[in-house]
C-alpha cells in the first residue's frame, strides 16, 4: 500500500497569504494520478485538483497542483477566508487507492 | 441537479449487519464507476471498495474483503453496501462517491454515520 505523509499538520496563516501544503508518497506514484481534496467541518470532501495539477470544475485558479514521482504540492496562492479548511491528497495511480492524513489550514 | 444522496445508517451492535444505499440523480448513473469511502470519528479518508459500470466487477480494501459487498441497480440509479461482520472500528460517516478517469473522486455524497456499538 502507498503511505502518503501529508506536512504540515496544521498550517495557522492570515487570508491574502500563500499556502503551501505537502504531501510525500512511500513509494512513486503512476501515471500522473495524484487529488487533492477540501473538506469543511461537517461537510463532504470536495475536489480540487486531479491528475497532479488539473483543477476540477468551478475550482478557482488561486488553488494549484504541482509535483511528481514521490513529492506533491497544493499552493494556494492568496487565501481566502472560505479556503480555511482540512486538505487532503490521494494517490489513484497504486491499488489500493489511499489518502494522506490531512493538513488544516486555520486562521492565524 | 447532480448529487448523490447516502441513506441506511445507524447504531448497530458488533458482529452485526447493515445496508447502506445511495441514490443518484443528475447524470447518467451506468456511464460510471461507483466508490464507498469512510471516514472515522475525527480521522482522515479511507476507500472501502468500488463497482464498474456495469456492476461486472469490484474490489475492495483488504480490511472489509469477506465482510463487505458493493452491488447496484442501473435502472434505479443506486448504489449500494451491504455490510456484515460489523467491527467496532468499521465506526464511520460513508460517502458514496463517483469514480473519475483513473480513480479521483468528482462527486460525493453527503454521507451517513454508521456506529458499530454494544
Known amino acids: 500500500e502507498t503511505v502518503l505523509t501529508q506536512f504540515p499538520g496544521t498550517l495557522s496563516l492570515s487570508p491574502g497569504e500563500r499556502a503551501t501544503l505537502s504531501c510525500r508518497a512511500s513509494?512513486?506514484?503512476?501515471?500522473?494520478?495524484f487529488a487533492w481534496y477540501q473538506q469543511k467541518p461537517g461537510q463532504a470532501p470536495r475536489l480540487l485538483i486531479y491528475g497532479v495539477s488539473s483543477r476540477a470544475t468551478g475550482i478557482p485558479d488561486r488553488f494549484s497542483g504541482s509535483g511528481s514521482g514521490t513529492d506533491f504540492t497544493l499552493t494556494i496562492s492568496r487565501l481566502e477566508p472560505e479556503d480555511f479548511a482540512v486538505y487532503y491528497c490521494q494517490q489513484y495511480g497504486n491499488s489500493p487507492r489511499t489518502f494522506g492524513q490531512g493538513t488544516k489550514v486555520e486562521i492565524k | 441537479e447532480v448529487q448523490l444522496v447516502e441513506s441506511g445508517g445507524g447504531l448497530v451492535q458488533p458482529g452485526g449487519s447493515l445496508r447502506l444505499s445511495c441514490a443518484a440523480s443528475g447524470f447518467t448513473f451506468s456511464n460510471y464507476w461507483l466508490s464507498w469511502v469512510r471516514q472515522a470519528p475525527g480521522k482522515g479518508l479511507e476507500w472501502v471498495g468500488n463497482?464498474?459500470?456495469?456492476?461486472?466487477?469490484?474490489n475492495y480494501v483488504d480490511s472489509v474483503k469477506g465482510r463487505f459487498s458493493i452491488s447496484r441497480d442501473n435502472p434505479k440509479s443506486s448504489l449500494y453496501l451491504q455490510m456484515n461482520s460489523l467491527r467496532a472500528e468499521d465506526t464511520a460517516v460513508y460517502y458514496c462517491?463517483?469514480?473519475?478517469?483513473?480513480?479521483?473522486?468528482?462527486?460525493w455524497g453527503q454521507g451517513t454515520l454508521v456506529t458499530v456499538s454494544s
Open positions: 462517491a463517483r469514480d473519475g478517469v483513473g480513480g479521483y473522486f468528482d462527486l
Open positions: 513509494q512513486s506514484v503512476r501515471s500522473r494520478y
Open positions: 463497482m464498474k459500470e456495469d456492476g461486472s466487477y469490484t
